[in-house]
């Protein structure tokens, strides 16, 4: 019986994203939601998402195995010249940093709106038929 590479790719794909999106997505909405509960601005999820990306790869790696960010492959590879393999290793972080980031940001701009509509309730205010000049 020879190794069936589809099923093995289907099942670090299916890995990957239930990791990366229940798990680090999870905590990227909560870290969305605690910046904006606190007023922090939202530049501020940046480093956040990059750890959480890098936590969701290493998890990935630890608890199955999977090469997410082969690292020591990964600076051989630069280290030889094979650029090719280097930026498709990191484009898995990449991705999960994207998908997080968005993620957090959605957190944040949702929290921050329920904010703003119960301290500044008169912003929100939309005057009827009757009450427009």
Avoid: H
């Avoid at 870290?31 to 990935?60: E, H, V």
């Amino acid at each position: 019986m020879g190794l069936n590479l589809a099923r093995v790719f289907q099942a670090d794909i299916a890995i990957w994203l239930a990791l990366t999106l229940v798990l680090g997505g999870a905590g990227a909405l909560a870290t969305g939601r605690a910046l904006a509960r606190t007023w922090q601005p939202i530049l501020r999820l940046i480093p956040y998402a990059l750890l959480l990306a890098a936590a969701s790869s290493f998890l990935c790696w630890a608890l199955f195995g999977v090469p997410v960010i082969p690292a020591s492959r990964l600076i051989a590879r630069a280290l030889a010249g094979d650029w090719g393999e280097v930026l498709l290793g990191l484009s898995g972080l990449g991705l999960s940093f994207v998908l997080l980031l968005a993620m957090g940001a959605a957190g944040f701009t949702l929290t921050r709106g329920r904010q703003m509509r119960l301290q500044y309730p008169f912003l929100a205010f939309r005057p009827g038929p009757a009450e427009k000049l």
